[in-house]
């Protein structure tokens, strides 16, 4: 089975701009979630999807949205992106509902500059 | 409302010496506990994980942790650290019977002195 793939593994923006960051999930799994690291902290959970709508938010701003698609794969999109934004963006999939445990991508190193 | 407390941000062992971590939850609810792992540049990779079975729980590479209800901890052990040990380690709690969130604590770095 194939695990999280995240894309791309870098990515360097200007303030103001837009980014969106894609995730393909773990064969078998139906939710996808996003999770923000600043550096030297602990994820912060953005969002969830299940069923392709938003299934559960954290104290993200608006211009943090997100989409999943049928083949259950999600994007992360970040609109007028601040300097604070700079962090690793990982994605994480799971089966709704079953307490397996998420299974994590490597992320994606976002630096806003 | 949940959250996670890792007690020590930096831990440091002598190879070959056990290991503790520490961490203790707040939880409304019935909660599921994690221990996941990070190496430097990379994601993150679980350990172990309780659910409701068994409170001593087993993970890779020898480590172990055990789920305490009464002390509201879930610290995580193993008896004799190796070099390849180093890393951020993160406690993590949800709601055993929801599954829009996850909570993690900020972390634990292990530092193995040879």
């Known amino acids: 089975e194939t695990g999280v793939t995240q894309s791309p593994t870098h990515l360097i923006k200007t303030r103001g701009q837009q980014v969106t960051l894609r995730c393909s999930s773990q064969s078998g799994h139906n939710t996808v979630s996003w999770y923000q690291q600043a550096l030297g902290q602990g994820p912060q959970f953005i969002f969830q999807y299940y069923r392709e709508e938003e299934n559960g938010r954290g104290n993200f701003p608006p211009r943090f949205s997100g989409l999943q698609f049928p083949n259950y794969s999600s994007e992360l999109n970040v609109n007028a992106l601040e300097l604070d934004d700079s962090a690793l963006y990982l994605c994480a999939s799971s089966f709704y509902l079953l307490k397996g445990g998420y299974t994590f991508g490597s992320g994606t190193r976002l630096t806003v500059v | 409302a949940q959250s996670v407390t890792q007690l020590d941000s930096h831990v440091s062992v002598s190879e070959g010496t056990p290991v503790l971590l520490r961490c203790n939850y707040s939880?409304?609810?019935?909660?599921?506990l994690f221990w996941y792992v990070q190496h430097p540049n990379k994601g993150l990779q679980l350990l172990l994980k309780y659910t409701s079975a068994a409170t001593l729980v087993k993970g890779i590479n020898g480590f172990e942790a055990e789920f305490k209800k009464s002390e509201t901890s879930f610290h995580l052990t193993k008896p004799s650290a190796h070099m390849s040990d180093a890393a951020e380690y993160f406690c993590v709690v949800s709601d055993r019977y929801r599954d829009d969130k996850i909570i993690f604590g900020k972390g634990t770095r292990l530092h193995i002195l040879p």
């Open positions: 939880s409304s609810y019935s909660p599921s």
